[in-house]
């Protein structure tokens, strides 16, 4: 399949989704691989499950997607064939622990990988097809800086970065915000401390962030917590479970359930409609795009 000859909606209908109420679309990112970002988007999609928020998954790091590994499922269909016209959006949604919905990619697929603004948005219109009503979607996007990461950035309420306590991800994550400012006009997002080994590590880490970002005034950078280093987060991955299901009482399990109660009192989005139809015009207002209707 060319990626010219994505298919952009399939269905011959009106969305009915007019009386939902606004979904908040959280973007969990990070400047690079091996912090931990996809295992906090499963737990954190959980954990906002578990807290009554009706939730959605959607597994957007389109080169290395695995949230199915990390959860134990086995997806016989993904985003490609929806993509491709092959399948709707409701066909390939998987249900999860806690009636988690969740949207599988396909790892290793080049065209995945290397997707751009008018292949996200073929995704996005799918999303805004979507009838059935959630509270919260999180986005796991790729690593580091691509049209498909920028794009889903840019299009979520808000801004979840991952950033461990190295100097690698401590720049990787500094340029990265700093880049989805100056071309995305995000000027807001949140930072999680993760595999640290205490809530002061933690904290010194994100002033440490902030230091880096004094010279950027137009940003705002807030703390969203932390998540100890834990040796049950570990085994929960080796078991493909979340650690909040399996290790509900360990260190890790009850800092990622904090973070998903404070995640779930976050004021809603302010948008004119509900649903998902913000997400399709967030989208396109950030990147000035115009979707092309294929039949």
């Not at 002033?207 to 005034?217: M, N, Q, S, V």
């Amino acid at each position: 399949m060319l990626l010219s000859e994505v298919k952009l909606g399939q269905r011959d209908r009106t969305p009915t989704s007019a009386g939902h109420g606004p979904v908040q679309t959280i973007a969990v990112t990070s400047g690079k691989n091996g912090v931990g970002k996809t295992n906090i988007a499963v737990n954190l999609a959980l954990g906002l499950a578990k807290e009554g928020s009706r939730t959605m998954l959607l597994d957007a790091d389109f080169g290395m997607a695995n949230v199915d590994v990390l959860l134990g499922l086995q997806p016989e269909v993904n985003l490609l064939d929806v993509l491709s016209g092959r399948h709707q959006l409701d066909d390939i949604i998987i249900n999860g622990p806690e009636d988690l919905l969740i949207v599988q990619a396909s790892s290793g697929i080049g065209q995945l990988s290397s997707f751009g603004i008018q292949e996200c948005a073929a995704i996005v219109r799918a999303f805004s097809e979507f009838d059935q009503a959630i509270d919260s979607l999180v986005i796991d996007t790729g690593t580091g800086i691509s049209e498909s990461v920028a794009s889903f950035c840019a299009a979520s309420s808000e801004v979840l970065v991952i950033v461990s306590n190295e100097p690698d991800s401590v720049h990787d994550s500094i340029t990265l915000i700093r880049l989805l400012h100056s071309e995305y006009a995000i000027a807001r997002f949140h930072v999680v401390a993760n595999m640290v080994l205490t809530a002061r590590d933690g904290y010194e880490l994100f002033r440490k962030l902030l230091t880096l970002l004094a010279d950027e005034h137009d940003v705002l950078v807030s703390y969203a917590g932390y998540i100890p280093d834990d040796d049950a987060l570990r085994r929960a991955v080796a078991r493909h479970s979340a650690v909040i299901d399996v290790y509900p009482r360990s260190r890790s399990a009850m800092a990622l359930m904090n973070l998903a109660r404070r995640i779930n009192h976050w004021p809603r989005p302010n948008c004119p409609r509900g649903h998902l139809e913000f997400f399709v015009e967030r989208l396109l207002q950030h990147n000035n795009v115009e979707m092309e209707e294929l039949s």
